[in-house]
Structures are given as C-alpha cells and as structure tokens.
C-alpha cells in the first residue's frame, strides 16, 4: 500500500482496503458475471509495484517502417503487436531451458502498411489502424480467432494512436490528419458494436483513463481532463485544463488508480496523466471522488513537484506504467523514470539505440518495456523491479 490508501489514526482497518475495494467495485463484477465478461478487480488494479532497477533487453524482431507497437502479458504468455509497413503482426515471447528469448511470429492480422496498433489489457482482442484498397481502415479482432468485430466511419486520415481502458469497455482514438480523437464504448455481449460517444475533443493528442471514466487531450497549450459520457452520445464535459507555454503534443494517463480511503465503503480515487510539448514534459494528479461535484474555483488538477523534465531533442512518445514508471521517447533515446509524489522523477536509465526511436511503452503488467526505432527494429526488454 502506498501513504494514500493508508487508514491515518487506525491502522488495524487497512486489512479491510481490499475488501471495500472489491466492495466498491461489485456492480461491474456482478455485470461482468451476468454477461460472461471478465473483469480486472478494483484490488488489483490499485495494486503497487516496486520501483525499476533497471532493464534486460531480451529480444527483437525487424519491422520495415515501424510505426506502433503494443504489448500484452498474462503471467507468462507475452505477445508483442507491431504495426509496421506489412500490416498489423503478432508475436509470442518464446524462451529455452537457457531463459534465451526469441520473437516467434504467430499471427498476421492485416496486410499492407498498418499504423497503430492496441491490445486490450487481457489480450482477448486487438485494435488495428492500416490501409486497405487506398482507404484508412480501423478494426477489432479477437486474438483467439479470426473473428472481424466492426469497422468504423470511413476516416480520410490515418490513425496515430488507439487506447483501450483496463477493461476494454471504452477507447480512444486518434488520427494525425486531421488533428481529430474520437471516444468509443465498445460493447461486447450480445452483439460486437462501437458506440461514438464523441468527436469533439483533442488536437494533438488524446489519452483514456485506467477506468474509462475521463480522457485527457492534448489542444494547442493545454491539457485538458473530460468526464466521458456514460449513457447516449454527445459533448464531454471538459472538468479541468492545465496551460503550457508551447503546443501540447503528447498526453498519457497512468495505468494505475490510487485509493483513499474516507470511510465505510466510500473512498476518493486519483489519477495521473503526464503531458508534453516538443521538449518539456510534466506529470500532474487529478483529484476526484468517485461521484464529481464540481465546485467553480476549485483547482483539481496539480502538478506533482520535481516532475518537470527539459529534453535535448524533440520528443516522439510518453508513456506512463505500472508501479509509477515514465517512459519517454526522444532522439535517438528512450529514457526510463521512476515516479515519487514526494521526491517526484527518478532517473533509472537511457536506451541508446541507432536512429530516432518512435515509441516506448510498458505492458500492462510493467514487466516488459517494447520500443520501435526507425532502423526497421522492434526490441523488448524486461524490467527489473525492486
């Protein structure tokens, strides 16, 4: 448990977090269990991890004009997703007697230039943004089949980036083009179908919340926090806004909640988003209970000290991890960063590789660090954690 989810003047009660937790999250258990849908319990989702001692670069796999990657992990099953000039491929982590790692091709989704690419947390299905007959195409597949799930609104555009939530029920998506993020609800049970809650937010940049309660979105020199609608289409509600001195070109929410606990059954949760410009990053908590009330004047939004981090060259992907981990994307480096709310970001170590590395993300789980360089390279790493 972290200081927050800390019980302050009796300490025998924090035994029960986890139970008020799982409390706290049982009508999504008991909607999941009523449509056989899985779910990723509110317990382990607030789940810690130790911080990064460093990385073990284990594998790689070339990728012809590379341009996204996505990873899943379920205990010992790891799959890396490239999106790259020969469509959308999916890889299996594969080791010998000697723990020798290898990249195994198991899967082609799409064929010609794909270019962005996300799994869903568990792994049960993928999200695929590529060219087919000189249109820009988007898709879901499930992993377990060769099963097309829908396709969306024709897009003159080609997609940059796809997020899903933890659980898969909502994602957001962003195409380069024409500056433009759409948010989704992607419904599984009875039928596969996206619902278009909104196409009215982002510019730059757009980032989904672990809960799938609020997207964050990068608009010329600000980022601004939205409360996703949660019934019929329509506006988001913009709840809080941050300013820059420059552009905003990146923003990433963590994977992770954090849990106060208030009382009986009733607890506070806060998020984190980082957000960047060409060369200047900042990581920030959003503050909320669990049912918004907006008092005008209120700051929810601030900045975590000693998150303030000035890059050399300009920067081409954040991404936030499990545990508090940043990863960030620059030149020819990824860097990797612990994250205290205390001591703010530490330093744990660069990757130096040939050409411009154009991605650096974490699975879902925080083990394993994938990054694509523009030398046609797709590599993995292991994260070790203290």
């Given amino acids: 448990m972290n200081e927050e989810n800390k019980i302050i003047g009796n300490q025998g009660e924090e035994k029960q977090i986890p139970k008020l937790l799982r409390k706290a999250g049982q009508d999504r258990v008991i909607e999941g269990v009523i449509k056989g849908v899985e779910d990723t319990s509110l317990e382990e989702r607030f789940s810690p ?24 992990s379920i205990e010992d099953n790891v799959k890396v997703a490239v999106a790259d000039y020969n469509g959308v491929r999916l890889f299996d982590l594969l080791d010998d007697a000697s723990n020798d790692y290898t990249l195994t091709l198991c899967d082609s989704i799409t064929f010609g230039p794909a270019h962005a690419v996300a799994f869903t947390n568990n792994g049960e299905y993928i ?67 996206l619902d278009l809650l909104s196409d009215k937010v982002g ?80 990581i920030f908590k959003f503050l909320t209970p669990d049912k918004i009330e907006i008092i005008k004047g209120t700051n929810l939004v601030e900045i975590i000290k000693g998150t303030n981090l000035e890059r050399p060259n300009d920067i081409n992907s954040i991404a936030l991890g499990h545990g508090n981990s940043l990863a960030v994307a620059y030149g020819h480096i990824a860097s990797v960063y612990n994250l205290d709310e205390e001591k703010g970001l530490g330093f744990v170590l660069d990757i130096i590789l040939p050409d411009t590395v154009l991605k650096a993300k974490f699975s879902p789980d925080g083990n394993w660090l994938a990054t694509a360089c523009k030398d046609d390279r797709v590599r993995l790493y292991k994260v070790k954690r203290k």
Avoid at 50 to 55: A, Q, S
Avoid at 145 to 166: G, N, Q, V
Avoid at 168 to 190: E, M, V
């Fill in 49 to 72: 991890k130790g911080i990064i001692l460093g990385l073990e670069r284990v594998a790689g796999v070339d990728a012809k004009g590379v341009k996204d990657i996505s990873l899943s």
């Fill in 127 to 193: 999200a695929a943004g590529y060219e087919y007959d000189k249109k820009n195409c988007f898709n879901i597949f499930s992993t377990s089949s060769s099963e097309h799930i829908k396709h969306s609104i024709e897009h003159p555009s080609e997609i940059d980036k796809i997020e899903f939530d933890s659980n898969a029920d909502y994602l957001a998506i962003y195409y380069d083009g024409t500056a433009q993020a759409r948010i989704l609800r992607f419904r599984k049970h009875p039928d596969y179908c």
């Fill in 203 to 282: 510019l730059f940049d757009v980032s989904i919340s672990p809960d799938g309660a609020y997207v964050v979105s990068a608009y010329h020199q600000s980022a601004s926090v939205f409360e996703v609608p949660r019934g019929l289409p329509g506006q988001l509600k913009r709840i809080e806004s941050v300013g820059f001195d420059d552009s905003v070109r990146h923003v990433a929410f963590s994977p992770e909640i954090s849990a106060r606990y208030m009382g009986p059954q009733h607890y506070l949760k806060d998020y984190y988003f980082a957000a960047a410009t060409d060369r200047m990053i900042r």
